[in-house]
């Protein structure tokens, strides 16, 4: 079964320092990998995903995720963030059970201060 | 605009009164399925549905239906509603089934409340 970890439930920074929230998955194979982002009130939305073409994925918003098979991790960053990227952050694995599925993580709550 | 809806928004309502959640989509996506989010345990598919007339459980089916009459349509019912189906619901929609390649565009989720 895939599953995936986040391993931070709350991640605090100050507006224009770098962004880092943490991804390692668990799979048999080489998976595919997302990170969904929610804004308060609001849908999810796709940020990024890997499928297995280029290791360091570029997402929209200044995003950027790198696969590392070595260390089964696919952690989120941005070099600055900035007061609207405050959201909750979700890694995703799509599994197959007979049918495909999106595995979530438990997300991860990006506070961004002036 | 493509867009998955979703109604109503917000839901307060007491044990056992049956509701119906719609969820609705113009992009003409094969592939539906609800999510609920509850604090601490992500998102949790509850069923899922690979075209009309063709349903299936997720992970947390218990005291849910769905039906799916048409491709654009697929309302979540709760029959006996009960406190611990208070939750943050999700629909969502895909071209294909290969979720590896098909992106799944969510709806602005209904927050449901039962008493």
């Known amino acids: 079964a895939q599953s995936v970890t986040q391993l931070d439930s709350h991640v605090s920074v100050s507006e224009g320092t770098p962004v880092l929230l943490r991804c390692n998955y668990s799979?048999?194979?080489?998976?595919?990998l997302f990170w969904y982002v929610q804004h308060p009130n609001k849908g999810l939305q796709l940020l990024l995903k890997?499928?297995?073409?280029?290791?360091l994925v570029k997402g929209i918003n200044g995003f950027e995720a790198e696969f590392k098979k070595s260390e089964t991790s696919f952690h989120l960053t941005k070099p600055s963030a900035h007061m609207s990227d405050a959201a909750e952050y979700f890694c995703?694995?799509?599994?197959?059970?007979?049918?495909?599925?999106?595995?979530f993580g438990t997300g991860t709550r990006l506070l961004v201060s002036p | 605009e493509a867009q998955v809806t979703q109604n109503p928004r917000y839901l307060i309502t007491v044990t056992g009164k049956k509701l119906t959640v719609t969820c609705s989509q113009n992009?003409?996506?094969?592939?539906m399925s609800w999510y609920r989010q509850d604090p601490g345990l992500g998102l949790r598919q509850i069923y899922y549905s690979m075209n009309v007339e063709v349903t299936d459980k997720g992970d947390v089916p218990e005291g849910y239906k769905v039906s799916r009459k048409e491709k654009r349509n697929f309302p979540l019912i709760l029959e006996s509603p009960s406190p611990n189906q208070t939750s943050l619901y999700f629909c969502?929609?895909?071209?294909?089934?290969?979720?590896?390649?098909?992106?799944?565009?969510f709806g602005p989720g209904t927050r449901l409340t039962v008493l």
């Open positions: 969502a929609s895909s071209l294909g089934r290969t979720l590896s390649y098909n992106e799944q565009f």
């Open positions: 992009m003409n996506h094969e592939y």
């Open positions: 799979s048999s194979y080489s998976p595919s």
């Open positions: 890997y499928t297995s073409a280029a290791t």
């Open positions: 995703v694995v799509p599994e197959w059970t007979g049918f495909q599925k999106l595995v």
